[in-house]
């Protein structure tokens, strides 16, 4: 069976230190691949979105940025956190005729 | 482009009350449509979805969505809540390829002993 984990649940962070969230599938070859964004009483965000390795979409400018080094590793990062980035980050994975399956969140707060 | 509009930001109803969650969407081209629950600081869960035939999709929960293609939209009912059904809950829509879902903005239903 296919499952998506992300990593870590929380974390708290200093502006201006470096952020690494990762997530990985399994039981999947070739996912398509997403990040989102839910900010405290708004909806989600796309963020970034990858069809294969390597290849990375954005949606929105901004302070973050997403790899995809293997086939089902997709990469969250900031080289300077703001107190902006601060919010509900989802990982999911899309599957055609069924729609996304999602991980479980990291809740990043920026201090 | 798709978009996405849940008219409700929060709904309150007593339990064993009948509720309707509002979605309703645009877009250029035939779309699928999800609904997404979400418990506290947790990720996303399927609930249900329309991908073609039928109209009326049911969750096995008991919650129930029409996709109306006049209206173009897609509202999720439940004829009885209970107390455990209080979660926010997101309409999505996405184009055929996958590519891409656009979500709502949410709408929090709380139900009430």
């Known amino acids: 069976s296919q499952t998506i984990h992300q990593w870590p649940a929380t974390l708290v962070q200093p502006v201006g230190s470096p952020l690494s969230l990762e997530c990985t599938v399994e039981?999947?070859?070739?996912?398509?691949l997403y990040w989102y964004r839910q900010a405290a009483g708004r909806g989600l965000q796309l963020l970034f979105y990858?069809?294969?390795?390597?290849?990375i979409s954005s949606e929105v400018p901004q302070n973050l940025s997403a790899s995809r080094p293997q086939d089902r590793q997709f990469i969250l990062s900031s080289k300077k956190l703001l107190l902006s980035d601060s919010g509900f980050y989802l990982c999911a994975w899309g599957q055609l005729n069924y729609g996304y399956t999602f991980g479980s969140g990291t809740r990043l707060t920026v201090v | 482009a798709q978009s996405v509009t849940q008219l409700d930001s929060q709904v309150p109803v007593f339990e064993e009350a009948p509720v309707e969650l509002r979605c309703n969407y645009s877009s250029s081209v035939s779309v699928y449509l999800f609904w997404y629950v979400q418990y506290p600081n947790q990720g996303l869960q399927l609930l249900l979805k329309?991908?073609?035939?039928?109209?009326l999709v049911e969750s096995i929960n008991g919650f129930e969505a029409e996709f109306n293609k006049s209206q173009t939209s897609f509202h999720l009912r439940k004829p009885s809540v209970h107390i455990s059904d209080t979660a926010e809950y997101f309409c999505?829509?996405?184009?055929?390829?996958?590519?891409?879902?656009?979500f709502g903005s949410g709408t929090k239903l709380n139900v009430k002993p």
């Open positions: 999505a829509v996405s184009g055929y390829n996958f590519n891409k879902f656009y």
């Open positions: 990858s069809v294969g390795i390597g290849q």
């Open positions: 039981g999947t070859s070739n996912p398509n």
């Open positions: 329309y991908l073609s035939g039928s109209t």
